[in-house]
């Protein structure tokens, strides 16, 4: 996934969120796609603890897991403001 991301970054928070979203019912082929997506996407570690955040809590509603993790993954990152990119 790092190689697929274009970016140079750890991998720990998106490897956390997959093993939690995991346990929590998503089937594992659902929730590394979702991941896959979401760090393809740019998402930024904030969007990935939010993504984990609002799967955790669909499931806790009753939504089966493997459809709160695609549609929030479908969802995808937030568009950056101008003011909060990075200078590069």
């Known amino acids: 996934m790092k190689k697929q991301s274009g970016l140079r970054r750890s991998l720990t928070l998106p490897f956390t969120v997959l093993a939690d ?3 929590r ?3 594992v082929e659902t929730a590394a796609n979702a991941i896959r997506s979401l760090m393809g996407a740019g998402a930024k570690d904030a ?3 939010k993504f984990q ?3 955790r809590v ?3 509603q009753g939504a089966p897991p493997a459809a709160a993790a ?3 993954a479908k969802a995808g990152v937030p568009a950056t403001k ?3 990119q990075d200078d590069k």
Do not use: A, L
């Open 21 to 23: 979203i995991v346990s």
């Open 25 to 27: 019912g998503v089937p």
């Open 47 to 49: 969007d990935i603890n």
């Open 53 to 55: 955040r609002n799967v």
């Open 58 to 60: 669909d499931i806790e």
């Open 70 to 72: 695609e549609t929030r």
């Open 82 to 84: 101008p003011e909060e």
